[in-house]
Structure formats: structure tokens, C-alpha cells
């Protein structure tokens, strides 16, 4: 058999395996579980789950209230917002950030697909008056391939939890 052959027979047992959209999102669910253990996991969240967020959008959400973690996000457009809240609720402890990944499929099946994900990190529970008191970061996925859908996925959530570097 030669290399050609064997790639073929490779993306003739990856179609097979995704045939239906089932097999689609049961992939999904579990980079998405990958995701939320690098990126999700707080002090306070351990062993994160994908839920329903809502009407066909599922993820997961954590929270911390611990500021010198909450602190260790370097993203420059959320840090000050992070830390003047850190500062002026110092005493009274009551800084909590809510985390947020998920995703939106619109169309998904083996052929091509289109999917929104979405990353959100969310201080408007903090009880002080700020400008800024959310940051979010969306990306429309497509992919018209197996192939595309396996390669391209989990390289566009890594992108949307850039938010929470």
C-alpha cells in the first residue's frame, strides 16, 4: 500500500466515524472538555461539564473570587479594568470574575459546517461602578471538510481563549 492509499483509507475511516452529527458534536464536547481544563478551571470550579448556556449555545462557566488569581490574567484590555476592581474591593473581598467558553453550532454535518465560538471573561458582578465590565471574544467557524472541521476547531478555540491569557 502507498502512502496515497493509506492517506485515502485514513479519511475514508474518519467520514465513516463522523457520519452523522451525533459523532459531530460528541467531538465537539470533548475538545471543548480539553479546553475547560486548561482555560476554565478555577480555585473555586474543578472538573467543568459542558451544559446548555441556552437555546443551542453549550460551554461551560466557572468563577473565582480569589484576586491573585483573577490577578493573573495579562490580557492588556482586561487587566486594569481587573485590577482597579481588585483595589477598590480589596477590603470588602467581593471581586468575582465569571469565565465563560462555549460554542453555537449553526449548521453541522460531515460535509461542511459553520460554528460560533465564544469566550467571555465577566466582572459586572462586582459591586463597583466601572467603566468596562466585561470582555468577550467571538469567532464564526466553517469548514467545508472532515478534514477542515478536525484540524480547524480546535485551533479556533485555542484562538478565543487568547481572551483569557
Request: with cysteine.
Amino acid at each position: 500500500m502507498n502512502n496515497k492509499q493509506i492517506i485515502e483509507l485514513q479519511k475514508q475511516k474518519i467520514a465513516s466515524h463522523f457520519s452523522d452529527s451525533q459523532a459531530l458534536l460528541d467531538y465537539m464536547m470533548e475538545t471543548l472538555g480539553n479546553f475547560y481544563y486548561r482555560y476554565l478551571e478555577t480555585t473555586k470550579d474543578q472538573d467543568l461539564q459542558t451544559i446548555e448556556l441556552g437555546p443551542k449555545r453549550w460551554g461551560a462557566q466557572s468563577s473565582e473570587s480569589n484576586s491573585m488569581e483573577v490577578l493573573k490574567i495579562k490580557n492588556p484590555s482586561v487587566r486594569p479594568h481587573l485590577i482597579e476592581a481588585a483595589k477598590s474591593l480589596g477590603a470588602q473581598g467581593g471581586l468575582n470574575v465569571q469565565y465563560t467558553l462555549g460554542i453555537e453550532p449553526l449548521e453541522l454535518n460531515s460535509e461542511k459546517g459553520e460554528i460560533i465560538i465564544f469566550a467571555k471573561i465577566d466582572w459586572s458582578n462586582t459591586p463597583t461602578n466601572m467603566s468596562k465590565t466585561s470582555e468577550e471574544k467571538t469567532l464564526r467557524f466553517k469548514y467545508s471538510s472532515l478534514g477542515e472541521f478536525r484540524k480547524g476547531f480546535a485551533l479556533k478555540l485555542e484562538e478565543a481563549c487568547e481572551i483569557f491569557l
